[in-house]
T-cell receptor
């Protein structure tokens, strides 16, 4: 089983719609969680951290479910510019702050 | 503030040849990472440096890959000899001394092994 698993997609989303997708992780000792965004042929960039209580940044909402070991990302009012691959990242502090990336979920927002 | 610099941006070599990549992290960032990203996959950590010491190289294929960060600033990653399956983007990232919660990535080097 992969340490961090994501549905590769693509999720085809009409502009203005809401899309949500999850990421599951296998290491229950994982302590920090993040979503990174990667545009085609570009480097990953931090989108947001994921806190236990859930957090929101504009149209983006991230949530963590430790009991079921998954995190989620929801995008409201999708824009064409939201088209990208969203990488789920898990940090295991006990392993020396090792970041493990999921394979990414591809989102395509269409007019 | 200048970002993470990498060179070359693209490299095409034949199998069994050698190749080296260079990375200069953001000034003041003590932690430096090399990742391999195969098309359609997420980045996989190859090696992590804290200053000039290795923190984690458990996923580095040491029979052919080597990396160094001699002065605790810039770093080189070498592959010798290259295999077809080494075709990937090699990403360098750095983070602040406070921790890796945000890693800043360079533009990557796209390697094609023919």
């Amino acid at each position: 089983r992969k340490e961090v698993e994501q549905d590769p997609g693509p999720f085809n989303v009409p502009e203005g719609a809401t899309v949500a997708f999850n990421c599951t992780y296998s290491n229950s000792a994982s302590q920090s969680f993040f979503w990174y965004r990667q545009d085609c042929r570009k480097e990953p960039k931090l989108l947001m951290s994921v806190y236990s209580s859930g957090n929101e940044d504009g149209r983006f909402t991230a949530q963590l479910n430790r009991a079921s070991q998954y995190i989620s990302l929801l995008i409201r009012d999708s824009k064409l510019s939201d088209s990208a691959t969203y990488l789920c990242v898990v940090n295991d502090h006990a392993a020396g702050n090792k970041l493990t990336f999921g394979g990414g979920t591809r989102v395509l927002v269409k007019p | 503030e200048a970002g993470v610099a990498q060179s070359p941006r693209y490299k095409i070599i034949e199998k069994r040849q050698s190749v080296a990549f260079w990375c200069n992290p953001i000034s003041g960032h003590a932690t430096l990472y090399w990742y391999q990203q195969i098309l359609g996959q997420g980045p996989k950590l190859l090696i992590q440096f804290q200053n000039n010491g290795v923190v984690d190289d458990s996923q580095l294929p040491k029979d052919r890959f080597s990396a160094e960060r001699l002065k605790g600033v810039d770093s080189t990653l070498k592959i010798q000899p290259a295999k077809l399956e080494d075709s990937a983007v090699y990403l360098c990232a750095s983070s602040t001394p406070r921790g890796p919660d945000e890693q800043y990535f360079g533009p990557g080097t796209r390697l094609t092994v023919t």
